[in-house]
């Protein structure tokens, strides 16, 4: 384990925005810093699919003239990363699958366009898994996302890439998408935070779907304040999402250090057990106690229907997925085979080689569920289940303010280990896919090492509690500082 270090690349947003206006140093220069590390440092990780080292330079010089002129924000100047399925005009985007290889959209994200107003840098795109359809970003078509903690373990995924950029220095934050899990247990093992909002608080619109009713946006940062800063700027109503909610967003900055005396926090006793690595549940124990200490009050708390979560989600992601992928299919973007005569095979081909294995099994899986005879046994049984889980949140959250799991039931595996066992490799987001099924908030911070590996701490609450799981998260943050220690590359 590394000792904690002030290096420039492991500076918080916050410390990065403080020196930018005091003008200890200008984004140009911090922009151009991060550029080298990404070309020293990525090679061996895989963080990037696309490094805009000219478009991060003009955007750098136009953050420091706003700077100059006193217009900046808290984000302007400050070098960041996207997800390579946040859709980014003029920028290619592949969601790291050979169908959309050259694929260039004409228009960005809304998430991606708020953040260029508020000034930020765009440093590139970043790895995941083939259509953000993994844990541990190996489905990736052009290469693995290597976790900087030991190179020789997986990041987690779907958002690996995007881990992976934040905890080894190569982007002050960024921003990922979580279907299942795939902002917070790649947070979990990279030792970084990585927050998951309620469904419908960020919009998607720009976002290239897996499962339209699960898939969500939300920010890698550093800090927990920096979380904060990072939906102030992402966050509210976008006509263009129809699932966007018409409400406007609070200051998540607001509260932040009001501590958490009297708050009722809740164990889940369904992931404090069998599936969890005895070693993450007892640094989890230690996380609650120290939970404790700072003034909350702690309980056991049962989601009876909480281990059924991942075979309703690996029926309902899958149906979703076969919907929204059956768009590509060589005539209207994306890779075309060109060498074959006639529609109907030039699809075929297009799609067999165009998609990845996993991406091809869950497409299948949910064409199964969907087909005449077995859509009331699948599809619609796994909805009924889904409403029980949304139900069962709902109960436990008139009891209690939070809940709290480990993130991960285990710390990272080795590459190659679970790539081959879709199983062990689903069983990754067992504490993660609830949450998304239920379209509640989550957030992921480090708590702890085992074996000289990050583990993740979860605390989820009740629709648009965000201000209150960063509060809480803030609050434990500060009182133990595991978010001050970095890999040592």
């Known amino acids: 384990m ?93 969601c790291a699958s050979r169908i959309l290889e050259n694929y260039t959209p004409a228009y960005d994200a809304t998430v991606a366009r708020r953040l260029a107003d508020a000034g930020a840098v765009l440093l590139g795109k970043g790895n995941m898994d083939e259509f953000a359809m993994g844990s541990s970003t190996e489905t990736s078509a052009y290469k693995p996302a290597r976790n900087p903690w030991d190179t020789d373990r997986v990041p987690g995924g779907s958002s690996g890439g995007p881990a992976v950029a934040v905890a080894a220095g190569e982007a002050a934050f960024s921003l990922g998408s979580d279907t299942g899990g795939s902002i917070r247990q790649p947070a979990a093992l990279c030792g970084v935070v990585g927050l998951k909002p309620t469904y419908g608080a960020v919009s998607r619109y ?8 699960l898939d969500q946006i939300g920010p890698f940062t550093r800090t927990v304040e920096d979380a904060a800063l990072v939906m102030n700027a992402i966050a509210g109503y976008d006509p263009n ?54 003034g909350a009050t702690v309980r056991d708390v049962s989601l009876p229907h909480a281990n059924a979560a991942l075979a309703v989600y690996y029926i309902i992601a899958p149906t979703e997925c076969s919907a929204n992928l059956s768009r590509y299919d060589g005539v209207k973007f994306g890779m075309s085979d060109q060498d074959t005569k006639g529609l109907w095979p030039a699809m075929e081909s297009t799609r067999r080689h165009g998609f990845g294995a996993e991406v091809k099994r869950r497409i299948l899986l949910g064409t199964y569920a969907l087909s005449s005879g077995y859509y009331d046994a699948y599809y619609l049984k796994a909805q009924q289940v889904r409403t029980i889980i949304r139900r069962e949140f709902a109960e436990a959250f008139q009891q209690v303010d939070v809940l709290v799991t480990p993130t991960s039931p285990t710390v990272a595996f080795k590459l190659g280990e679970r790539i081959s066992d879709p199983v062990r490799m689903h069983a990754s987001d067992v504490c993660t896919v609830p949450v998304n099924i239920a379209g509640i908030p989550g957030i992921s911070v480090p708590c702890g090492f085992v074996h000289g590996l990050p ?5 989820l609450g ?28």
């Open 455 to 459: 583990v993740g701490l979860q605390i």
């Open 2 to 94: 590394a000792a904690p270090t002030s290096d420039l690349h492991y500076l918080t947003v916050r410390e990065m925005a403080d020196a930018l206006r005091a003008r200890r140093m200008s984004s140009y220069e911090l922009t151009q810093a991060h550029l080298l590390r990404i070309e020293r440092l990525d090679p061996s990780l895989g963080a990037y699919l696309a490094v805009t080292a000219e478009r991060a330079l003009a955007q750098a010089r136009a953050a420091d003239e706003r700077i100059a002129n006193g217009t900046a924000g808290p984000l302007t100047g400050i070098p960041m990363q996207l997800k390579d399925n946040l859709s980014t005009g003029g920028v290619r985007t592949t």
């Open 462 to 489: 009740p629709h648009l509690s965000e201000p209150t799981l960063l509060r809480v998260a803030h609050a434990y943050e500060q009182a133990t500082g595991w978010h001050r220690m970095h890999p040592g590359i």
């Open 241 to 294: 999402d129809s699932t966007s909610m018409p409400a406007p967003a609070p200051d998540f900055l607001l509260g932040l250090n009001d501590g958490i005396r009297g708050l009722r926090v809740g164990i889940v006793c369904e992931f404090m057990g069998d599936g969890i690595d005895p070693d993450v549940a007892n640094a989890t124990r230690i996380a609650i106690a120290e939970l404790e200490r700072l």
């Open 206 to 213: 720009g976002l290239i779907a897996f499962a339209s009713s």
